[in-house]
């Protein structure tokens, strides 16, 4: 059995599709189902209901998945310690974190902690969402900063990992001006005309937020999908010049807001509220994070 089989396994029930897959294993398609095939022969079970579309996993698929991930995520946090203690740098924290996270929020989280507690020796990998889960479900990092919704779980099982609150933030209905000031784009109840808006597409937790507000709003209009970016700074200045509105971050904005470049386009019931959250595993993590994990303080929260 290669580590690669299992790699490919947890890309497979990811993406739920062989080429998709494939591509982003760096291999042809008919390697990748080779791969795939040989490790259901090496364990002696199907893993895969292929007769369905997207692909779903078998029994013994779902039995497996906890074991592979738990095989990958040891292997991979024993290759971290042993390549910490041979590099000398087993104070190294790392994190991974979403793009818009990774741009605005981690730089002046990370400085206001420093300012109490000296330089930390950091790492930060910048991802979706999806794969920052996954980073964290194999052992690649200590941590994972994402923010949360009431209405977007994320996947990571209760009785392995944790969290802590670190942040909060909105997403807010914002467009550019029109010259009387009033939004070139804006959420009116009932409006004859979609309202054209730049959204996030499906791989982006905020995406997923927005999708399920604007699915349980009563007096949400009709929508037109002009533009979509897994990024809040892509989103950005497409609704500055005014090419739809957009639901941005406010951490985000409050320049833009204050000057006048973005108005709000809506009213409170279109605000989506975040909670930003720090989640690890519960398994012990060397030093250095443990230390962290602790001057964080002592509000410990389960997922929910």
Same mark, same amino acid.
């Given at each position: 059995?290669?580590?690669?089989?299992?790699?490919?396994? @947890?890309?497979?029930?990811?993406?739920?599709? =062989?080429?998709?897959?494939?591509?982003?294993?760096?291999?042809?398609? $008919?390697?990748?189902?080779?791969? /795939?095939? %040989?490790?259901?022969?090496?364990?002696?079970?199907?893993?895969?209901?292929?007769?369905?579309?997207?692909?779903? #996993?078998?029994?013994?698929?779902?039995?497996?998945?906890?074991?592979?991930?738990?095989?990958? +995520? +040891?292997?991979?946090?024993?290759?971290?310690?042993?390549?910490?203690?041979?590099?000398?740098?087993?104070?190294? /924290?790392?994190?991974?974190?979403?793009?818009? #996270?990774?741009?605005?929020?981690?730089?002046?989280?990370?400085?206001?902690?420093? %300012?109490?507690?000296?330089?930390?020796?950091?790492?930060?990998?910048?991802?979706?969402?999806?794969?920052?889960?996954?980073?964290?479900?194999?052992?690649?990092?200590? =941590?994972? /900063?994402?923010?949360?919704?009431? !209405?977007?779980? /994320?996947? #990571? $099982?209760?009785?392995?990992?944790?969290?802590?609150?670190?942040?909060?933030?909105? @997403?807010?209905?914002?467009?550019?001006? *029109?010259?009387?000031?009033?939004?070139?784009?804006?959420?009116?109840?009932?409006?004859?005309?979609?309202?054209?808006?730049?959204?996030?597409?499906?791989?982006?937790?905020?995406?997923?937020? @927005?999708?399920?507000?604007?699915?349980?709003?009563?007096?949400?209009?009709?929508?037109?999908?002009?533009?979509?970016?897994?990024?809040?700074?892509? #989103?950005?200045?497409? *609704?500055?010049?005014?090419?739809?509105? !957009?639901?941005?971050?406010?951490?985000?904005?409050?320049?833009?807001?204050?000057?006048?470049?973005?108005?709000?386009?809506?009213?409170?019931?279109?605000?989506?509220?975040?909670?930003? +959250?720090?989640?690890?595993?519960?398994?012990?993590?060397?030093?250095?994070?443990?230390?962290?994990?602790?001057?964080?303080?002592?509000?410990?929260? %389960?997922?929910?």
């Amino acid at each position: 059995m290669e580590v690669k089989w299992l790699l490919d396994f @947890l890309s497979l029930v990811d993406t739920q599709n =062989f080429s998709r897959s494939a591509e982003a294993r760096a291999t042809t398609q $008919p390697a990748f189902s080779r791969r /795939i095939k %040989a490790l259901e022969e090496w364990l002696g079970a199907t893993l895969f209901d292929r007769s369905e579309q997207p692909i779903q #996993l078998t029994y013994a698929g779902q039995s497996f998945r906890p074991v592979a991930e738990e095989v990958l +995520r +040891r292997l991979l946090q024993s290759r971290e310690e042993i390549q910490r203690i041979g590099k000398h740098t087993e104070s190294t /924290i790392s994190f991974t974190s979403t793009h818009s #996270l990774s741009l605005v929020f981690f730089p002046r989280w990370i400085l206001q902690f420093e %300012a109490e507690t000296g330089i930390l020796r950091t790492r930060l990998e910048s991802n979706q969402i999806d794969v920052c889960v996954q980073s964290l479900l194999r052992g690649e990092c200590h =941590f994972l /900063i994402s923010p949360t919704h009431s !209405a977007v779980e /994320i996947q #990571l $099982p209760e009785d392995r990992f944790t969290s802590k609150s670190i942040g909060h933030d909105r @997403l807010l209905p914002v467009s550019a001006p *029109a010259p009387d000031g009033s939004p070139l784009h804006a959420l009116i109840p009932g409006a004859k005309k979609p309202v054209e808006y730049l959204a996030y597409d499906s791989t982006a937790a905020s995406g997923r937020a @927005l999708e399920f507000m604007l699915r349980h709003h009563k007096k949400a209009p009709a929508l037109e999908k002009v533009f979509d970016s897994h990024l809040a700074g892509v #989103l950005k200045p497409m *609704a500055i010049q005014g090419r739809g509105l !957009a639901w941005l971050p406010e951490s985000e904005i409050v320049r833009e807001i204050e000057q006048g470049t973005l108005v709000i386009a809506g009213d409170g019931s279109f605000v989506i509220p975040s909670e930003i +959250r720090l989640f690890r595993n519960r398994d012990p993590l060397p030093k250095a994070a443990e230390d962290f994990w602790r001057t964080l303080g002592d509000a410990d929260t %389960a997922l929910s």
